[in-house]
T-cell receptor
Framework: GAVVSQHPSRVICKSGTSVKIECRSL??????MFWYRQFPKKSLMLMAT?????????EQGVEKDKFLINHASLTLSTLTVTSAHPEDSSFYIC?????????????FGSGTRLTVV | AQSVSQHNHHVILSEAASLELGCNYSYGGTVNLFWYVQYPGQHLQLLLKYFSGDPLVKGIKGFEAEFIKSKFSFNLRKPSVQWSDTAEYFCAVNVYSSASKIIFGSGTRLSIRP
């Protein structure tokens, strides 16, 4: 089945630094990937849709200059949290589906726990 | 704006009890509907999905859900829960507007007493 890998699983960084999170589709090509943020005891909030070869589509209220998304290949999307602050600490999750199979459900990565100190 | 509502935030049941978790969505266009489960310490997994055809869909582990278009609902059911069903359950909707995207409900935490 479709497998999505996320790296790193945990990262701790200092305020003001930038952190890059990778999302890879291991056994399929993904023209579209989604980035979510999950707050403690709350749902997944869709942050942006990552589009291979073009700009990401950000949801309302998400700062595109703070959360940089790059989808340079059909198997890799990256989310860079720039100038991180403690309030950016959260669980970030990506998801993807093989082309044309989104109707059947998306596969989620295992998530990245970001802690900004 | 599109939204997904899960009214039960925390449900506590005893083993063998029947389960129904509510999910309502607000979107008038074409939708695909999903239930995802997140077991403690694990990532999201697809439980079941509806995209067309029979509105009663069956998923893994004995779960089923019924799509009632007139009520904009997609409730999750299981006739007899087990302790291993303890998890967080998320209803999700794949909406098709300018582009396809999945929106999640706030989740329902299910705790099963052994």
């Amino acid at each position: 089945g479709a497998v999505v890998s996320q790296h790193p699983s945990r990262v701790i960084c200092k305020s003001g630094t930038s952190v890059k999170i990778e999302c890879r589709s291991l056994d399929f090509q993904a023209t579209t990937m989604f980035w979510y943020r999950q707050f403690p005891k709350k749902s997944l909030m869709l942050m942006a849709t990552s589009n291979e070869g073009s700009k990401a589509t950000y949801e309302q209220g998400v700062e595109k200059d703070k959360f940089l998304i790059n989808h340079a290949s059909l198997t890799l999307s990256t989310l860079t949290v720039t100038s991180a602050h403690p309030e950016d600490s959260s669980f970030y999750i990506c998801s993807a589906a093989p082309p044309g199979q989104g109707d059947y459900g998306y596969t989620f990565g295992s998530g990245t726990r970001l802690t900004v100190v | 704006a599109q939204s997904v509502s899960q009214h039960n935030h925390h449900v506590i049941l005893s083993e063998a009890a029947s389960l129904e978790l509510g999910c309502n969505y607000s979107y008038g266009g074409t939708v695909n509907l999903f239930w995802y489960v997140q077991y403690p310490g694990q990532h999201l997994q697809l439980l079941l999905k509806y995209f067309s055809g029979d509105p009663l869909v069956k998923g893994i582990k004995g779960f089923e859900a019924e799509f009632i278009k007139s009520k904009f609902s997609f409730n999750l059911r299981k006739p007899s829960v087990q302790w291993s069903d303890t998890a967080e359950y998320f209803c999700a909707v794949n909406v098709y507007s300018s582009a396809s995207k999945i929106i999640f409900g706030s989740g329902t935490r299910l705790s099963i007493r052994p």
